[in-house]
């Protein structure tokens, strides 16, 4: 089974620049998360989408950020115009339905390293 | 708000030493609690996941405990190794809410 797939895998942009990160989650999945991940620190939730819906995005800086999942499957996330505070690692998970024998389990990416100068 | 907790932040073994690693969270009305394993520079490898009905997940030389009354699982390594040195995160689900992780739990495991 393959697994979560981001890409790319590092970015090093200048500030006020665009980015864009790009996930497939497992196939079948339809939860889909991203999340944010500072050195030393957990992951904190930006946003999470049931198929198309994003349905918890209380977290996303909406003033910059923005995530789309068209036809429920892939999903990108989007930061325009990049901050120096927005370096760190974003991690995309999808997990699979509430009546599957591994309910509410997530499975993560690789993630995406980015680096703002 | 639920808040997680991981105890110690770091932890050093010697090679075959039995270890627990902990985690308490401050509201008990939980889904599930997944314990994850995060290399440096990767991304999060999901180890065992114990739903709100169970009260432990076996897998290999893993054992995690859940008691939702006290607010705490410990994740037990037995016979460890130093593949095993990693950052050890637990996260805990409330319903559909997000799930919120603890900082980590990093472990070394010398030869």
């Known amino acids: 089974e393959a697994g979560v797939v981001q890409s790319p895998r590092y970015k090093i942009i200048e500030k006020k620049q665009p980015v864009a990160f790009w996930c497939n989650p497992i196939?079948?999945?339809?939860?889909l998360y991203w999340y944010l991940q500072n050195l030393g620190q957990g992951p904190e939730l930006l946003i999470r989408y049931e198929n198309e819906e994003a349905v918890d995005d209380s977290q996303l800086p909406k003033d910059r950020f923005s995530a789309e999942r068209l036809k429920g499957v892939d999903s990108t996330l989007k930061i325009q115009p990049a901050e120096l505070g927005d370096s760190a690692v974003y991690l995309c998970a999808s997990s699979p339905g509430l009546r599957t024998s591994r309910a509410g389990e997530l499975f993560f990416g690789e993630g995406s390293r980015l680096t703002v100068l | 708000k639920q808040e997680v907790t991981q105890i110690p932040a770091a932890l050093s073994v010697p090679e075959g030493e039995n270890l627990v690693l902990n985690c308490s969270f401050t509201?008990?009305?939980?889904?599930?609690l997944q314990w994850f394993r995060q290399d440096p520079g990767k991304g999060l490898t999901s180890l065992l996941l114990?739903?709100?009905?169970?009260r432990e997940q076996t897998s290999g030389r893993l054992n995690a405990s859940l008691d939702k009354s006290s607010g705490r699982s410990t994740l037990y390594i037995a016979a460890s190794q130093p593949g095993d040195s990693a950052t050890y995160l637990c996260a805990v689900r409330k319903g559909f809410q997000k799930l919120v992780f603890g900082t980590g739990t990093r472990l070394l495991v010398s030869p």
């Open positions: 114990i739903q709100s009905s169970q």
């Open positions: 196939s079948g999945h339809n939860t």
């Open positions: 509201d008990s009305a939980i889904y599930n």
